[in-house]
């Protein structure tokens, strides 16, 4: 049982390039969602999906592009990378998004660093 | 914005002590969970509680929602070296956001 796979698990990119964090799940979740961990504060919440078709902005989504093409797969874009994204991102997969069934399952995380 | 505050923000103690970690808001949570997570790894699910002055337990770890739903606390009897690691609290909003606290970090020291 996977459950949820983000490749890769570390990253270098260079002042403006672009690239795109995978994230799959294997679990028929409905909501998906990025965050990313900085020191100090916890996780912020980028962009999240509550099915196929369907996607909203989170707390800091400046910079990022998602979109949820099929239930299993959420990717996120950096469009134009700056340093200020160097941290450690992370793909969760619920059940649903709101209630009790909030059960968040996360991958093992993407450590980003831009130079 | 809704905030949830996590204190300790470091906790060092030795094997065998008791410690309550402490998660506090402003804001009504629908709900509340406690996550811990490990170096390297994402955060896993330790418990959700839903309704105010709800108590879970979980072998030597016991949580508490708040009577009015804005805080919890995560009491933890006689530490284990393996219960070393960040602890943090997610609220859900009631919307389709979880907001985090920025975690309580844990040394149990052998």
């Known amino acids: 049982n996977a459950g949820v796979t983000q490749t890769p698990k570390f990253q270098v990119l260079k002042t403006g390039q672009s690239m795109t964090l995978q994230c799959a799940q294997d679990?028929?979740?409905?909501?998906m969602s990025w965050y990313r961990q900085d020191p100090g504060m916890g996780l912020r919440l980028i962009h999240y999906?509550?099915?196929?078709?369907?996607?909203d902005q989170g707390e800091v989504p400046n910079g990022y592009n998602v979109s949820r093409s099929t239930t299993e797969d959420f990717p996120l874009r950096l469009l134009s990378a700056a340093p200020s994204q160097t941290s450690v991102y992370f793909c969760?997969?619920?059940?649903?998004?709101?209630?009790?069934?909030?059960?968040?399952?996360f991958g093992q995380g993407t450590r980003l660093t831009v130079v | 914005t809704q905030l949830l505050e996590q204190s300790p923000q470091f906790l060092s103690i030795q094997e065998g002590e008791n410690l309550t970690v402490y998660c506090n808001s402003s804001?009504?949570?629908?709900?509340l969970q406690w996550y811990r997570q490990e170096p390297g790894e994402g955060p896993v699910l330790l418990v959700t509680?839903?309704?105010?002055?709800e108590v879970k337990k979980l072998k030597r770890l016991t949580f508490q929602f708040g009577d009015a739903r804005k805080d919890s606390s995560l009491h933890i009897t006689a530490a284990q070296t393996g219960d070393t690691g960040l602890y943090l609290c997610?609220?859900?909003?009631?919307?389709?956001?979880?907001?985090f606290g920025a975690g309580t970090r844990l040394f149990v020291k052998a």
């Open positions: 679990m028929n979740h409905e909501y």
């Open positions: 999906s509550v099915g196929a078709g369907i996607t």
């Open positions: 509680v839903v309704t105010g002055g």
């Open positions: 997610a609220g859900g909003t009631g919307g389709f956001k979880t907001i």
């Open positions: 969760a997969s619920s059940y649903s998004g709101q209630g009790a069934n909030t059960e968040a399952f």
């Open positions: 804001s009504v949570f629908s709900s």
